[in-house]
């Protein structure tokens, strides 16, 4: 059984939501970002929980 993405700014899974994407921490690389079609669009800021970093 996989495990359910969820978005890094909202807290909801991203199943379903055109837009939707993950990928690697920009700065430390280590830590895959989530983030809902929604929250991109928006430009929701997160923040990787590895290495401090902010996005929009």
Not at 16 to 37: D, E, L, M
Request: net charge positive.
């Amino acid at each position: 059984m996989s495990e359910e993405k969820i978005c890094i700014s909202c807290n909801r899974p991203i199943a379903n939501i055109q837009g939707s994407t993950s990928f690697k921490c920009p700065k430390c690389g280590s830590y895959t970002i989530v983030r809902c079609g929604d929250c991109r669009k928006r430009a929701v800021k997160y923040k990787c929980p590895n290495c401090g970093f902010e996005g929009p």
